[in-house]
């Protein structure tokens, strides 16, 4: 338990010292409010991308209905602060949010987990998450297919760093838990880990929940944000940019997820003053990526002090 600890307090230290950073940048104008959407942006999606490689990384089940996930999120939180107008209501919605998704997490992943693995299981969450996305687009409080404008506007650069903050670390503490152990073991061997006793489906939910859950948080963030939403946000191709940032990162390295999150974010920035050809070099620029670093941009490897001085000491020596 110190181990872990030490562990997550590398990982605190580092965020408090990046949050002052970027504050100190920002209240000095060397940040303008351009960059400023950017990191925001890239905040939301580190914690999409976190949740999603929870599922996938860590417990070893392949899923493309995150952005579903996001939808409720990002539709409950519009909704409730529709009426709701202050940050009270912003944290309420985002907590109804959460719970919801965290819900409709459960009974799908009960229901899926049981029979379904693999590419049976990517087509099922896929199905889910076009499910919940034709429901907001028919449904009158949503908006239908237009969508709601206007949102209150109650989320900043702080709340969402915050939040990043938040969600990586209760996410750390438990991959480094028993239970995170026991969740690494069903992606190791699923069969050894039942014979150890360990109950697979149970996990395997668990996982689904909690990832689906964090997507419900960047949903919420986002529509707070940029105080428009409609249901063509949430489509399949949401869903694989947040694999695409797993993938790129390393699947199963929360610090990769961080990493890979804010190299596209630049990257996709950066490419908007180029038309047409964005999405080409933006493609080409992932090709070139994944064939000179197959396993990711860190892999499996995460962000720790004993790591960095085990690095330090091992150049030092050459």
Known sequence: MRANWKYILSWLLLMIAGFYLINTLIMTGMIDNFIENMLVMI????????????????????????????????????????????????????????????????????ATFIRLKGDYLAIATLGVAEIIRNIINNLKITGGSAGMFNIPQLCSWPTVYIMVCLTTIVILNFVRSRDGRAIKAVREDELAAEAMGINTTKWKVAAF??????????????????????????GIMESISILVIVVLGGVGSITGTFLAASVLGILDTVLQNF????????????????????????????????????????????
């Open 43 to 110: 905040g939301i999606n580190i914690i999409l991308a976190t949740g999603l490689n929870l599922i996938i990384g860590f417990s070893g089940q392949f899923s493309l209905g995150h952005a579903g996930f996001m939808a409720i999120g990002a539709y409950v939180t519009a909704i409730i602060t529709q009426y709701w107008t202050n940050e009270f209501g912003f944290i309420v919605s985002m907590i109804a949010g959460m719970l919801i998704a965290g819900m409709i997490a459960l009974i799908v992943g009960t």
């Open 209 to 234: 929940v909690f990832g689906g859950a964090t997507a419900a948080i960047a949903g919420s963030l986002q529509a707070s944000y940029l105080q428009t939403i409609s249901p063509a946000n949430f």
């Open 275 to 318: 038309g047409s050809l964005r999405m080409v070099i933006y493609a080409i620029a992932l090709i070139m990526i994944m064939l000179f670093k197959p396993s990711g941009l860190l892999g499996n490897w995460e962000l720790s002090l004993k790591n960095l001085m085990q690095r330090f000491v091992k150049k030092e020596r050459e």
